[in-house]
């Protein structure tokens, strides 16, 4: 398989009557847009907006973020078995708007939170305060229920991904990666000497606002399942996660997925890189035992001599998570985890709700309770009630001059357990 | 039927049969649970959610077996580090009664995937479910 | 340049310059004055700060006139209004370290006056202060005076000036437990992906999160014939006899005691409880709930377990260091074994 994503570096978003990318400068036809997303019955009302780094603007509450793309050779269009016709995908070359992203923002509960701040101190703890965002809000037709509210959202985003991602067609990429592998027959035979390394990525899979979907099957409903990482770096999978604000892995961070690109970027040289392995995270006990020695069992048939897992959400999975670590150790692979930790405002609690003495090599991306003080905003994109939710987490979280004191827990990307952002934990 | 609902959510208690309806709070629900381990009935779900916002929900149902059987000492272990962890988490957060419909809808949305999961699979056995320590059966 | 910050420093009665074991049992007293350590700390503050006077107390009077103690210390911490208050270092002596430990701790959460001790990383009194106190790791003697002195004064200097301290390993104390969140210059799949390496060559990797660890003790074989094992009775509970003749702290155990129940048939009306972590009142009433000497007999006359051993031990769990906690298991298991008894039944609260 062989991907080539040809980068095309956004330095500035600006509305205009084409949709096209000219010196870097991206120009949106939101008419064009907001035309597309209304073709759905369901949608009442597109409001598109945009933020750029630095600006004093705040976006709340946060959905989804889609990089956009388009496929300007080899097969698959949009979201195959999403938005688009059903290709196998991971082979061709791909124009991709590098630094812009489509956030998706509207409240489908009233609780959600999902801050981006694009400036100051909130920016720091968020990587999608330095993106070009465009900001596309969907308001449905009342009366839809949640499920279907949901969906709504979720593929007006990816539609506008897809629409966006046409301004690339034509534009020259600054720079092209080239993602390439042949089968494992292949590989084992040119690196003979280099250890098997798998990537298991956990997914939440349980229901209503915390589901993910590959080629648009929600993974409730499999047995964790190989896949090609160029698959996923071509938008196989696709976030339905909307309120773990923190650690949710976005569609964005799918498609840019940082463990399979820092895995492929050691492909050859030091390991050799068997592939990825999706595995769901189940509510119920059985379900997690059938997962968790299905997924060993996929390392070790392929024949793995390293694994890394990372997490989705904090609570229940940090079982799946320790008791696949358990049985990978058990069966002598050596494993690597990567996950979020909840240890209190002051740091003092037990991290992980489980524990297993066989997780040796862990990856710590933050403390979801790490408190964070935001100033107030200039510009507000979303819902005022959103901001009001997150103001009132606890007594005396909402400031005299407008600021408000939040956790990790509530900005978007900044603790992700596929280790996307820079956060860490040190003991004091 | 081979499951029973514990649960503090009203919309949930107008939709089964099979609930045991606690007129309180998310902790009082897992305490339920709690209880009922300790007496041999078996754990179906894991009793916290998979995110942080769930836990902040004024609502929770979770789904147990409907006979007593031999106590389950990795199932004891799971639901009482599980209200330590809930209080760690909540000790500090005001309620948001305002979200509670929503809390609501979400609650018994995940509960009905959660039931489908269970009918999907007919366990016919106690779970012997083996986490990490807490949970494992120490061989 | 502003005043330079005020220091109370607490010795014990050897570094207090009183005297040797024989004198541990002398009540503290106060002198404006740098006694001991204090001079040489003082110095090294290098014009910042000066110590304004030192409060010496025998070991064994902290540890068994607590209260007493205690009510001397704090009000003449009160009294002299200190910006800090420095105790040590004990390196590894045991009571020395409790009272360190217990008085800056004490001093940190009631009067809000920061706190610096050392200690040796083994010394028991660490564990009732290091979540709340900066202790800074020294050696396990005295000897260490030299190196431990430079490293509290560095850090005091930064604590009086309210300056932020740096990681533990840096400025040389010993870590809180507090789990900090902060940025690393790699992100973690890339961190991720180097510790996998390290381990698949066999190298040294250091992992982010170290799963807390447990102290796993083998559960013993069943007994085989109940009705003909001795069972003593154990409990952390604070149950003593009236007046508790033993002095058994009510918290932060010292001690362990043991009473002989052989001619009771309960211990309700010549027990109660000194512990001072739960509410006393259902446990006053019948001491038994916490530690069932009544039940124990009845199931004695009734044959299901041959016999009840003739002491019963007791200590209190509430706030005691896991090194007592180990000693006292030990000395007590010991005794049990020697003693012949069959099976124990462990009462905590």
């Known amino acids: ?428 | 039927m081979s499951y029973r609902i514990v649960t503090n959510n009203p919309s949930v208690r107008d939709s089964y049969k099979n609930v045991i309806f606690i007129d309180g709070t998310y902790e009082d629900v897992l305490v339920k649970v709690r209880d009922l381990v300790h007496s041999g009935v078996e754990l179906i779900d894991s009793p916290l959610g998979a995110s942080i916002r769930m836990l902040l929900s004024p609502y929770r149902s979770i789904l147990v077996g409907t006979e007593r059987q031999a106590m389950n000492a990795d199932q004891i272990l799971l639901i009482e580090q599980s209200i330590l962890n809930y209080r760690t988490l909540t000790q500090r957060r005001n309620s948001e009664p305002q979200h509670a419909n929503d809390y609501a809808v979400v609650d018994k949305a995940l509960l009905e995937a959660s039931i489908q999961a269970y009918e999907d699979m007919k366990c016919p056995t106690h779970s012997k479910f083996t986490g990490g320590e807490f949970l494992e059966t120490r061989a | 340049m502003s005043n330079p910050f005020k220091v109370l420093y607490y010795v014990n009665q050897f570094f207090g310059q009183v005297g040797g074991e024989e004198k541990a049992g002398i009540e503290p007293f106060y002198k404006e004055e740098k006694i001991g350590p204090a001079a040489g700390f003082e110095a090294l503050l290098e014009g910042e700060g000066t110590v304004v006077g030192t409060l010496v107390c025998g070991d064994n009077y902290f540890n068994e006139h607590n209260k007493e103690a205690f009510a001397f210390i704090m009000d003449t911490i009160k009294a002299a209004k200190p910006d800090l208050v420095v105790t040590g270092p004990a390196f590894n002596a045991g009571r020395y370290g409790m009272a360190c430990g217990e008085i800056a701790a004490k001093v940190t959460e009631e009067l809000g006056i920061p706190t610096l001790s050392g200690m040796y990383i083994e010394n028991p009194g660490l564990d009732t202060c290091v979540s709340k106190v900066i202790v800074v790791s020294t050696p396990d003697s005295a000897a260490g005076m030299r190196t431990a002195l430079p490293t509290m004064a560095k850090i005091a200097r930064k604590l009086a000036k309210g300056e932020e301290l740096g990681a533990p390993e840096v400025e040389g104390y010993i870590p809180q437990g507090r789990r900090l969140t902060v940025f690393s210059d790699k992100r973690g799949s890339k961190r991720a992906v180097e510790m996998l390496l390290a381990r698949l060559n066999n190298e040294a990797f250091e992992t982010e999160l170290p799963m807390p660890q447990f102290d796993r003790v083998d559960p013993a074989l069943a007994i085989k014939d109940l009705s003909k094992a001795t069972i003593a009775l154990v409990t952390s509970g604070g149950i003593v006899p009236f007046g508790n003749p033993d002095r058994i702290q009510s918290a932060s155990a010292q001690k362990w005691g043991k009473y002989d129940v052989s001619a009771a048939a309960a211990l309700k009306g010549a027990y109660y409880t000194i512990h001072g972590g739960y509410d006393p009142v259902y446990a006053n009433e019948t001491p038994d709930r916490v530690a069932p000497l009544d039940v124990m007999k009845t199931l004695e006359k009734e044959g299901v377990i041959g016999k009840v051993y003739d002491y019963f031990y007791t200590t209190t769990g509430t706030g005691t260091s896991v090194g007592n906690s180990l000693t006292f298991g030990k000395e007590i298991g010991a005794e049990l074994k020697a003693a012949g008894v069959d099976g124990v039944i462990l009462t905590s609260t």
């Open chain 1, 1 to 428: 398989m062989k991907l080539e994503l040809r980068k095309i570096q956004i330095k500035d978003v600006v509305f205009g009557d084409k949709m096209e990318v000219n010196g870097g400068v991206l120009t949106i036809n939101k008419d064009q847009v907001v035309a597309k997303l209304m073709e759905d019955h369901r949608v009442k009302e597109i409001k598109i907006d945009l933020a750029k780094p630095g600006e004093k603007t705040r976006i709340i509450p946060v959905k989804d973020c889609i990089e956009p793309r388009v496929k300007i050779e080899g097969e698959g269009k949009g979201f195959p078995g999403v938005t688009g016709k059903m290709v196998p995908l991971g082979d061709g070359k791909v124009n991709v708007l590098d630094g812009a992203a489509v956030v998706t923002i509207g409240d489908i509960v009233g609780f959600q939170e999902g801050v981006v701040d694009m400036w100051g101190e909130g920016a720091k703890w968020t990587p999608f305060s330095k993106t070009f965002n465009i900001v596309v809000d969907i308001i449905p037709v009342e009366g839809l229920e949640p499920h279907v509210h949901e969906e709504t959202v979720r593929l007006a985003g990816l539609k506008a991904a897809e629409v966006i991602g046409e301004a690339g067609r034509y534009a020259e990429p600054t720079n092209v990666e080239v993602f390439e592998m042949g089968n494992h027959a292949e590989e084992s035979a040119k690196y003979p000497n280099l250890p098997k390394v798998l990537y298991v990525e956990m997914l939440i899979s349980q229901g209503l606002l915390h589901d993910g979907y590959i080629y648009g099957v929600n993974s409730q409903k499999i047995l964790p399942t190989l896949i090609h990482p160029n698959e996923e770096l071509d938008g196989a999978v696709i976030s339905g996660n909307c309120v773990a604000a923190c650690d949710k892995i976005t569609t964005y961070q799918h498609q840019n997925n940082s463990a399979i690109l820092d895995l492929y970027a050691e492909h050859g040289k030091t390991i050799n890189f068997l592939g990825v392995i999706l595995t769901p995270e189940l509510t119920t006990l059985e379900g997690k035992f059938r997962t968790c020695d299905y997924t060993a069992k996929l390392c070790t048939m392929m024949g793995a001599d390293g694994v890394i897992v990372s997490e989705e959400g904090y609570g229940n999975p940090d079982s799946d998570l320790l008791m696949i670590c358990k049985r990978l150790e058990k069966a002598g692979v050596k494993t690597v985890l990567i996950t979020d930790e909840c240890s209190g405002w002051d740091g003092m609690s037990q991290p992980l709700a489980d524990t297993t003495k066989e997780a040796v090599a862990v990856v710590s991306a933050g403390n979801v309770s790490h408190v964070v003080t935001l100033e107030p905003a200039d510009k507000v994109i979303g819902s005022a009630k959103a901001i009001s939710t997150l103001a009132g987490g606890w007594d005396g979280s909402l400031s005299e001059d407008g600021s408000i004191k939040c956790e990790l827990n509530a900005v978007i990307g900044a603790t992700s357990e596929i280790g996307y952002h820079n956060c860490t934990v040190k003991l004091y």
